[in-house]
């Protein structure tokens, strides 16, 4: 939706009032949201109101509805919950209700309403946008309202932000507080586990979700549950005895420990609910194990916000703020959303009725078409548990021998992308094989076959199992590909960072000397970086901006008890400014040093100007964050210096490098799904290009086109295979990093949120797309 004529930003709010409010069930980062939403609003000028405690305080009006400042929303970003509170509120479903609330907008000029809640509030302000009109003439019948005040709020403008855990919004990838709620369950499934091998237990762990199955699917993929009950897909007749069976063999295989993954509202076939004592009576009968129940309640709703839920709260703050204010009375109300990394518009109603069509398909038993109305990410999450789950290897073997191995600098999910790779090669009746240390050890011939046992837990294990090494293949070409005829490799996963998008293309050229190369390959970008060429995202880069997230967040609060003190912040990432961009969006940083976005003197100078002037507010204390190599000269030292003269007698300076750390770390939910769907999804591919380029009965495979050497990437919405080769052109060599990189569009959202002025490109924004067209299965 290009605009024709370019609009000063920071004028586009002058003279309008936009209330907040946050509804219905709290969710981690909804205070990412709302403190976007009071800057962002604040920097166009406009007038911010936070409404506390829901539609409540929108009824009771008075000192419920109170205007927000740049400061009252600072020290927020990290905090669960919301602060400005939520309650469920009766009142507000009557019209009487509904009639005092517009009373108390209309009397302080607020005509543009921003929600973070679930469906049911984002359906509430839906209605009660529809009947304003007749609303305003209830209250200027009654005396409530003058004419002249009725004629200034003529029509009210709402924007929705979906804030629940459950994740249970059709047309949004994630709602607010997913990934959180992600994490917590995470945390007791990895505390659990060591506790259940050591005793050899069964565990049933229920988690929430209400009629929506998404957490308990993505928890059982990142923990690699032996079962998992959802309500989209009730398991078929005579799953007691499957399940019994199911986890007879993982024992026999060796398995210490079984877990079973419960979703709060899981049925059966007959409507009947499965709760977690039905299955645990039904093991400990049937089986005699020792069995353990687990109900994780409201510890899943609590605790800090993850970075991926701070950053979209933070993205879609400002994506609502400009959504309110561009509205005219004929937009239908929209909601905010995220769809792969893009900030998208969606009509509210639309998504609303999608999501209810989900509760009648479910309700009517068309629980395949319930799976497909759930979107995309549902979709592919549940196929690759079906991939992995419930089924044995093949007896007919494919004589196909594929060889994984990791490149580069070692980083967490690395282990989860090998493991569901193995076991996706195994049940395709291949041959897989360990290659230890990266190129060394295919040259070296450190080469041996892996089972289905061999990647057992591998999936919450961080850093990388098989070893990794950054050498490149180019020197060692001959070692190698006799190497490849020796074990008679006929495909290769190669999962790493940017050594591995090289050494790819190093083997690539090496195809016309040596034939033994010309074999189908994949590369899967992992790396702490995220500068792989051909992805927009990539494994590893999820754990290590958590940890460096909740480095700040410590710092911040050492920073705040001391007062008057900045620090500085050294991250990783080479040549790119991922991390540090992403992290200072996440942790609230005054400012975050890149190379790609380069700076000067004059940039420096305004920086520290910029902090002193900050420490005269409430908010005495600041965080700047700079990449490793964002500039030869001003280095982190520099930096330091610079700052701590320039803030004699203001303020004081520390500075940290937080080094190796950022590669460490048991991988997040993000990173463990991740690199389970990438590894399945190489070896689908592998298995058909296998197809393609010759007899896998002589054994003879020759693959020397370029589609058969490609980067399995993530590319705004849809995971793709690249060929290396026509990623090259996009390719900075020198500095390892992409030409193009989607994230950078983010940096004027750090700066606004840090209270620069400076102008934000309004010229492209997110279009109000139909998710009903969208879908076609609706």
Same mark, same amino acid.
């Given at each position: ?39 962002? *609003? ?13 539609? #409540? ?26 602060? @400005? ?21 209309? &009397? ?35 005396? &409530?309202?003058?004419? =002249? ?15 629940? @855990? ?33 005793? #050899? ?7 929430? $979700? ?18 998992? %009950? ?19 063999? #993982? ?51 609590? $605790? ?48 609303? /009725? ?73 049940? /395709? ?18 080469? =041996? ?44 996963? @190669? ?52 940890? @460096? ?7 911040? !609060? ?8 900045? %620090? ?69 030292? %520099? ?22 750390? !950022? ?35 002589? *054994? ?15 590319? &705004?919405?849809?995971?793709?295979? /690249? ?45 109000? =797309? ?9």
């Amino acid at each position: 939706m290009q605009r024709s004529t370019p609009v000063d930003p920071t004028k586009m709010g002058a003279g309008r009032a936009i209330a907040v409010l946050t509804s219905g069930g709290d969710a981690q980062g909804m205070n990412a949201a709302v403190r976007a939403t009071v800057r962002v *609003g604040i920097y166009t000028g406009a007038k911010v109101y936070f409404v506390h405690e829901g539609y #409540q305080g929108l009824v009771d009006g008075g000192d419920n509805i109170r205007q927000a400042t740049w400061e009252s929303v600072s020290m927020m970003l990290q905090l669960g919950g919301t602060v @400005i509170g939520s309650a469920r509120c009766q009142d507000f479903r009557s019209k009487e209700g509904r009639a005092k609330a517009a009373c108390n907008l209309v &009397k302080l000029g607020i005509t543009n309403l921003c929600v973070i809640g679930g469906d049911g509030s984002l359906t509430g302000a839906n209605e009660f946008r529809n009947e304003w009109s007749e609303l305003l003439q209830i209250l200027l019948k009654a005396g &409530k309202i003058t004419a =002249e005040e009725a004629k200034r709020s003529s029509h009210l403008n709402i924007v929705g932000m979906v804030g629940s @855990i459950d994740n249970d919004f059709c047309g949004t990838d994630m709602t607010i507080g997913t990934d959180s709620a992600l994490h917590r369950i995470m945390e007791v499934v990895d505390a659990i586990t060591t506790t259940a091998q050591s005793h #050899q237990r069964a565990f049933i762990l229920e988690v929430m $979700g209400r009629h929506c199955g998404y957490l308990a699917l993505v928890t059982a993929l990142a923990c690699g549950a032996d079962w998992v %009950f959802i309500p989209e897909m009730p398991p078929d007749e005579g799953w007691e005895d499957h399940l019994c069976r199911r986890l007879t063999y #993982q024992r026999s295989i060796g398995n210490r420990l079984n877990v079973i993954i419960v979703a709060e509202g899981a049925l059966d076939l007959h409507g009947k609910p499965i709760t977690c004592d039905i299955i645990k009576n039904l093991v400990t009968k049937k089986l005699g194990f020792d069995t353990r129940a687990t109900v994780l309640g409201h510890v899943q709703r609590g $605790g800090t916000p993850s970075a991926f839920d701070r950053i979209l709260g933070s993205r879609m703050g400002v994506e609502a703020v400009m959504a309110l204010l561009e509205a005219t009375p004929n937009t239908p109300a929209c909601v905010v959303s995220l769809s792969g990394n893009m900030a998208v518009r969606l009509p509210l109603m639309e998504c609303v /009725q999608v999501t209810k069509e989900v509760t009648t398909a479910m309700a009517e038993g068309r629980f395949e078409e319930a799976v497909k109305l759930r979107g995309k990410s549902f979709e592919n999450n549940w196929n690759t548990y079906k991939l992995l789950a419930h089924v044995t290897a093949p007896d007919v073997k494919s004589n196909i021998n594929i060889a994984i191995l990791n490149v580069g600098a070692p980083c967490a999910g690395m282990n989860a992308a090998v493991r569901s790779a193995v076991r996706i090669g195994i049940l /395709q009746g291949h041959n897989m094989l360990a290659v230890h240390d990266g190129f060394d050890g295919l040259a070296n011939g450190t080469i =041996e076959p892996m089972a289905w046992g061999y990647v057992g837990g591998w999936t919450g294990k961080g850093g990388s199992d098989l070893g990794t090494k950054r050498s490149l293949p180019a020197s060692m070409i001959e070692e190698i590909s006799l190497n490849i005829a020796k074990f008679n490799i006929h495909a290769l996963v @190669i999962i790493g960072g940017f050594e591995a998008f090289v050494g790819g293309l190093e083997l690539v050229t090496a195809r016309e000397k040596y034939e033994e190369l010309c074999i189908p390959l994949v590369v899967i970008p992992a790396t702490v970086s995220n500068n792989v060429p051909g992805s927009d995202f990539s494994i590893g880069a999820d754990t290590a901006l958590n940890t @460096i997230t909740t480095t700040c967040d410590r710092i911040k !609060q050492s920073a705040a008890g001391t007062k008057r003190r900045v %620090f500085i912040i050294e991250t990783m990432g080479g040549y790119c400014g991922y991390l540090a961009t992403m992290a200072g969006l996440a942790a609230g940083a005054d400012a975050a040093y890149i190379y790609e976005d380069p700076f000067g003197i004059h940039d420096l100078e305004t920086n520290v100007e910029h902090l002193l002037e900050k420490m005269k507010t409430t908010v005495k204390r600041g965080l700047i964050l700079r990449n490793e190599k964002c500039n030869a000269n001003y280095t982190t030292d %520099f930096l330091f210096n610079l700052y701590s003269e320039e803030g004699k007698g203001v303020f004081d300076c520390r500075k940290n490098v937080l080094g190796h750390m !950022q590669q460490g770390g048991t991988p997040t939910p993000f990173d463990r799904n991740f690199g389970t769907k990438m590894g399945a999804k190489a070896v689908l591919w592998l298995t058909d290009k296998l197809k393609e380029s010759g007899s896998v009965i002589t *054994g003879r495979i020759f693959a020397n086109t370029p589609d058969s050497a490609c980067v399995l990437g993530m590319k &705004k919405r849809a995971m793709i295979f /690249q060929p290396l080769s026509d990623l090259k052109e996009d390719t900075d060599f020198e500095h390892r990093i992409p030409k193009t990189q989607w994230w950078l569009k983010l940096r004027p959202i750090l700066k606004i949120l840090a209270k620069y002025k400076i102008s934000l490109d309004t010229s492209e924004t997110a279009t109000m =797309e139909h998710v009903i067209k969208k879908r076609g299965t609706v």
